[in-house]
């Protein structure tokens, strides 16, 4: 029987695995000196790039799915910030004076034209 798991689930549980599973082995390499050597100092960096980049995408993963229940909530559940209505501008009385040049409200029109 499969365990009843989305995609992005086993993605993210691969991802915290392999971020887990490098940092462990970066460790090691410096606990017994291996880190010394050319080779070493190349699979330490390795390991540490793997960890990084393997991290930065569960926290996508993880971002994500915040979004989504975050979204999925009940209306009821949001914030008094998010519901309370903004004032409206402020209308103006009287009606903008005609310029003569459509189009154009900035300037008004030129009256000797020349």
């Known amino acids: 029987m499969a365990f009843l798991m989305s995609d992005r689930g086993w993605l993210f549980l691969l991802s915290v695995i392999i971020v887990l599973a490098s940092l462990g082995v970066a460790g ?3 606990l017994t000196d291996q880190a010394l050597s050319f080779d070493g100092l190349m699979l330490l960096l390795t390991c540490l790039i793997l960890a990084f980049a393997f991290g930065l995408y569960a926290g996508y993963l993880l971002r994500q799915a915040m979004k989504e229940l975050e979204s999925a909530a009940p209306a009821g559940a949001q914030s008094v910030a998010q519901t309370t209505p903004k ?11 005609a ?10 029109a030129e009256a000797g034209g020349g």
């Not at 310029?99 to 008004?108: L, M």
């Open 87 to 97: 004032p409206a501008a402020p209308v103006s009385a009287r009606p903008a004076p």
């Open 28 to 30: 090691w390499l410096v």
């Open 99 to 108: 310029t003569g040049n459509p189009g154009r409200h900035d300037k008004p």
